[in-house]
């Protein structure tokens, strides 16, 4: 299914940047793709055809480029029973005609978060996965293959890499030094488990102001203006494998507090998940410094507790905050 | 009896998982042939083989031995589990990161099964083999229960937040345990301290020992009568299943034979306790030195001047009056190779880091230079007169101005020649320290001091006395240490150096010390 709306989607798209006079910029290089590709790549017939007509009826095609690929005659030698390859692009260029050159820039923004820019032409409406140290969690490429994202760094030293669904990697790193001014916690899990973070930041009690998580998550403005922290959730897909991960920051060096800052997680008893193993994960800072990964099991209650919360209080550790 | 239940027990889980419904028939043979054994098998802990032969009950080295019979057990498969149940203080936070540490340190990755805040099992994985090594139940309630489940045979690990009791140490030598008052019974994990706290916004800063006892008894029972506004006060405190409760009892509650009063508000976790009290105002609460949360932690007075505040520094030397050690216990019957290994891990530098990391205090000696130390000889000078006089104070200073106390100290139980529980585990931390060759070539100082009760000339006895004897018990523990590794020496200045007033048999026990100063 998705798969197929992605090939329509990739489709229609070619036109347009056709229309756009995108071949005259590009011109050899469109012209050593065509030149290749479509015999190769043989896409489905019904959807192809009508982009031959349109770029026919429209004459955008530049008559040398017509020339010397025949296109006409390769479009009506296309295979009836063709399936749709899962990559729009051949090897080298995609539908649009970009470069299917995979990349992912970083860059540090305010609050110690870090917008990650990942760019694959050529992956169109796939799932990738993005890490981070150890932070990891399942997006989908747009309708040009990409994805933009901003998360929380969670070292100093902040490594990137984004996983394509066929193994294929890129990575980033960005310096963010003002990470020691926060303190970051995670969970994550995978599928529809939903895990929450809850936070009690200085005294607060559930409901009250101070209470930080999924429902009342704040945002990096809070962190900036120094009064409490917030809660970034990531994984933005609701697919079976699909990773997710859920981040409390809290800016235990920019408050002008001493206090703790208590956590808890909860996960709640559904039909899903009820009498079922969840996998989970928790990360905070180790005893080096650096963000630990905990690999958890929680064992859901019996189904009659459908409904209700399993509050865990002890899997992430209070965050201590101290006055400089 | 209940000893080998237990034995049997796991032998039966075992039999139950390798060879379900098989008879557990084995003959253990020596590698050269020449010996064997058979009989049953009680149990095998990955390493040793226990068996119920016609000799009675042997345990024999698994590197020696091959074992034939459809009771043996698959040596490729074996798991060791064990259990850790008692103090949640312990269990929640401090003990799980230990446990990661420890899986690290040995190349193994960790997977926490979780079913709910009290329960829960780590499993060790070697990241090498992916083999499983090893399943830790924990069980976690509160020393009572931690102490109840061993003597019922279902512990291998007792977590503890006081020493065990009499009746708890009797029903265990009845059990088959083993004399739990041992050394090698317990072992000091960490350090705490209980401290009494109040909301932040509470003028109060601090508060004498009487006086905290005094509101527990319900004797006072307005703010206005400790220094602070004509309004009631509320007490909050731990549940009395709880070793810190008792140890408060004991303590505080027992200086004057006070009786806890009913109004009292009590609570499963030190942490709701500094959260019940950092939100009212007119609350007082007892919580953990590791646990403050958002409270504010009181000072504690003495009646002439002398004040302590819990501190790293002052729960190492136990300065603090209300220094509470947290134990580990394990009952006296041979425990599963990892198991062993995590407890001697316990002791390594990097489960210090991990101690450190996770707030609580832990047992890294460090110096404290006399410049540190200027309240200390403030009251020397304050409460000098007839009895230590200038030459004494500046002999004493002489003597100590060139060195730096270290953290490391002895105090002995109250109304007793015996060192207390955290010194004598300072026996062995420093015997392990002078051994590793920590101090080689420089000067410890045993330096006694007493208290003021009686003659200044026959405290300077008792204080010398009391540094010899502490001196003799670490050159006894430090067996590989060679005569001349370090100079150990001793030195003894009585009364001169009162930490708290003798006006109180805590203050006097607070005097009552040898510290050991470095050169």
């Known amino acids: ?324 | 009896m209940k000893i080998f239940r237990a034995a049997a027990l796991a032998a039966l889980f075992l039999i139950g998982m390798l060879a379900p419904a098989m008879a557990q028939d084995v003959t253990l043979t020596s590698r050269d042939g020449k010996v064997s054994v058979s009989g049953t098998l009680l149990s095998f802990d990955g390493e040793f083989y226990r068996v119920q032969s016609i000799y009675g009950a042997l345990t024999l080295d698994g590197t020696g031995v091959t074992c034939a019979g459809i009771g043996c057990p698959n040596l490729e498969s074996y798991v060791a589990e064990f259990s850790i149940t008692g103090a949640r203080s312990m269990g929640a936070v401090l003990l799980p990161t230990l446990v990661e540490m420890f899986a690290e340190q040995s190349g193994m990755r960790v997977k926490r099964i979780v079913q709910d805040d009290s329960h829960y099992t780590y499993i060790l994985r070697l990241a090498e083999t992916d083999k499983d090594i090893a399943r830790i139940a924990f069980r976690i309630s509160n020393t009572d229960g931690g102490f109840a489940e061993m003597l019922n045979g279902d512990a291998d690990m007792v977590l503890a937040t006081r020493e065990i009791n009499s009746a708890e140490t009797k029903a265990a030598l009845k059990a088959g345990l083993g004399d739990m008052k041992r050394a090698a019974r317990s072992r000091i994990v960490a350090l705490d301290g209980l401290v009494p706290v109040v909301a932040q916004d509470n003028p109060v800063t601090t508060v004498s020992l009487m006086d905290l006892a005094r509101i527990y008894a319900g004797d006072i029972t307005s703010w206005q009568d400790i220094g602070g506004p004509d309004a009631p006060i509320f007490m909050h405190h731990l549940s009395a299943d709880t070793g810190l409760a008792q140890q408060f009892e004991t303590d505080v509650m027992g200086l004057e034979k006070h009786d806890l009063a009913a109004s009292i508000k009590h609570h499963e976790t030190a942490a709701e306790v500094a959260d019940a009290v950092a939100r009212d105002p007119f609350s007082i609460g007892i919580t953990r030195f590791s646990e403050i949360g958002n409270a504010k932690m009181l000072t504690l007075r003495g009646t002439c001047g002398m004040a302590f505040t819990a501190s790293r520094r002052g729960l190492k030397t136990e300065d603090y009056p209300l220094a509470t050690p947290l134990f580990l216990y394990t009952p006296a019957r041979r425990l599963p190779k990892t198991a062993r290994e995590f407890l001697a891990f316990l002791r390594s530098p990097a489960a210090q880091r991990a101690v450190r990391h996770v707030g609580f205090v832990d047992q890294d000696v460090t110096q404290i230079g006399i410049d540190d130390q200027g309240k200390r000889f403030a009251n020397a000078i304050a409460a000098a007169g007839d009895e230590t006089r200038l030459a004494d104070l500046q002999q004493m200073i002489e003597a100590l101005r060139p060195a730096a106390r270290l953290t490391i100290n002895f105090r002995f139980n109250t109304g007793s020649s015996s060192l207390d529980a955290q010194s004598r585990s300072n026996v062995v931390l420093l015997a392990r320290l002078l051994e590793a060759g920590v101090y080689d070539g420089r000067e410890l100082m045993f330096v006694g001091f007493s208290d003021g009760e009686g003659a200044a000339s026959g405290n300077r006895t008792i204080s010398q006395h009391r540094a010899k004897a502490v001196r003799a018990a670490v050159k006894l523990a430090a067996t590989t240490m060679k005569p001349d590794q370090t100079t150990l020496s001793t030195k003894a200045f009585g009364e001169a150096l009162p930490m708290a007033c003798d006006d109180t048999e805590w203050g006097r026990q607070v005097n009552r010390r040898v510290e050991v100063w470095i050169k």
């Open chain 1, 1 to 324: 299914m998705l798969f197929k709306k992605n090939y329509k989607t990739a489709a229609a798209t070619f036109v347009v940047v056709l229309t756009t006079g995108f071949v005259m910029q590009n011109g050899d290089a469109f012209a050593s793709r065509f030149a290749t590709a479509v015999p190769q790549a043989q896409p489905k017939p019904d959807a192809l055809v009508t982009t031959a007509e349109n770029l026919a009826s429209e004459t955008v095609m530049p008559t040398t480029l017509a020339d010397q690929t025949g296109l006409a005659d390769r479009v009506n030698s296309t295979e009836k029973n063709y399936t749709a390859p899962n990559i729009v692009a051949d090897q080298d260029f995609s539908a649009l005609g970009l470069a299917c050159d995979v990349t992912l820039d970083a860059t540090k923004t305010a609050g110690a978060m870090v917008t990650l820019e990942f760019k694959a032409p050529c992956y169109v409406n796939e799932m990738v996965t993005v890490n981070h140290q150890g932070l990891r969690f399942t997006s989908v490429t747009s309708e040009v293959g990409h994805v933009t994202v901003q998360m929380p760094a969670m070292a100093a030293t902040a490594s990137f890499d984004v996983t394509l669904i066929d193994g294929s990697t890129v990575s980033a790193t960005v310096n963010v030094p003002e990470v020691s001014n926060y303190d970051r916690v995670a969970v994550q899990w995978v599928g529809d488990s939903g895990l929450r973070i809850h936070a009690l930041e200085l005294g607060a009690d559930y409901g009250e102001r101070g209470h930080v998580w999924a429902k009342s998550p704040q945002s990096v403005a809070a962190v900036l203006q120094a009064r409490g922290g917030y809660i970034t959730s990531l994984g933005d897909i609701d697919f079976p494998g699909a990773k997710h991960t859920e981040i409390y920051t809290f800016p235990s060096g920019l408050v002008q507090k001493s206090g703790v800052v208590r956590l808890s997680v909860e996960a709640e008893v559904t039909a899903k998940t009820c009498n079922k193993e969840i996998e989970a994960q928790a990360l905070q800072s180790g005893v080096d410094g650096m963000i630990s990964v905990s690999d958890l099991i929680l064992s859901m209650p019996p189904c009659d507790a459908i409904g209700d919360f399993l509050v865990l209080n002890n899997l992430l550790r209070d965050l201590k905050i101290a006055q400089n």
